[in-house]
């Protein structure tokens, strides 16, 4: 393959053009692909008409893959394809609606988070439901010194369960089986990345729930204080889907925040496969 990456903005981001994900790649390939992937946190690859199968088999050459524990939502017959839509089907729905509306980094909540993902468009509606997606390098680099001496080494407790009527208003409470499965964790409030080495932000969503060793009306102030600084429109890039777009996010090194549609006049399914990570450190 002929590979031109193209910056999708100076602080994030690249397009790769001449990337076709239904056709067998290098490994000399795959190593230019993997390194610009870590090195700009977003890549995005458009027009795929990748099957199921071959979206799976690219994204295993990341490592292995997560199943979704919410196993509802995931493609039948392919457990690791977790499957995004308003669209119902004999009366549910056949993926996660309204999923991630709100500023995070996938499964924070796990011991292990995810290293990244690969969401893949089917159907996209014509206007509204944009992805922004956000480098927590950069914004972490350009934190005044005094403010990076203060928070490296704080520690953050991710409580999925204390965030999900807060990130899910329109589900149902969580089953006792549910809550079982993602018991609160604790992470560093600076990750530093595996590969790279580099620091980031790790402070994402409603799980970011309380800072050990601060009160939670203090701990929620910081971490609001650096979401803020963390989505200024300098560190973002906001995504206008078609049809065929792929998008791999580098988990450890983005947050993400999907945007609001006309889901009565729009229909709207991605197929999103999930790279198993490391416990952060």
């Not at 590969?195 to 203090?218: C, Q």
């Not at 580098?250 to 006309?262: E, G, I, K, P, V």
Request: proline fraction near 5%; hydrophobic fraction near 35%; glycine fraction near 6%.
């Amino acid at each position: 393959m002929n590979i031109e990456f193209r910056p999708l903005r100076e602080s994030i981001g690249v397009e790769a053009v001449g990337v076709d994900l239904s056709k067998s790649m290098s490994d000399e390939t795959f190593k230019k692909i993997h390194q610009t992937w870590l090195d700009r946190t977003i890549l995005l690859l458009r027009g795929q008409t990748m099957s199921v199968q071959e979206h799976i088999a690219f994204s295993q050459r990341f490592g292995k893959l997560e199943i979704h524990t919410l196993p509802q939502y995931t493609l039948p017959k392919h457990p690791e394809i977790f499957v995004v839509s308003n669209v119902t089907k004999d009366g549910r729905h056949i993926g996660a609606p309204k999923s991630g509306r709100h500023w995070h980094s996938d499964s924070q909540y796990l011991k292990k988070p995810s290293a990244g993902s690969l969401l893949h468009a089917k159907e996209v509606p014509s206007k509204g439901g944009d992805t922004l997606f956000t480098n927590l390098f950069a914004a972490y680099e350009a934190l005044p010194t005094l403010m990076r001496r203060k928070i490296n080494g704080l520690k953050v407790r991710h409580s999925r369960i204390n965030a999900w009527s807060v990130s899910y208003p329109d589900r149902a409470p969580m089953t006792e089986e549910e809550r079982t499965k993602v018991p609160d964790v604790v992470h560093p409030l600076v990750r530093t990345h595996p590969e790279t080495g580099r620091k980031a932000l790790w402070i994402g969503g409603n799980v970011a729930w309380k800072i050990i060793g601060m009160s939670e009306e203090d701990g929620r102030a910081l971490i609001r204080e650096l979401q803020e600084f963390a989505t200024q429109q300098r560190f973002v890039y906001r995504h206008e889907w078609r049809v065929g777009d792929a998008i791999l996010w580098d988990n450890r090194s983005t947050m993400h925040c999907a945007t609001s549609f006309d889901e009565i006049k729009y229909q709207r399914v991605m197929y999103r496969t999930t790279v198993t990570g490391d416990e952060p450190f």
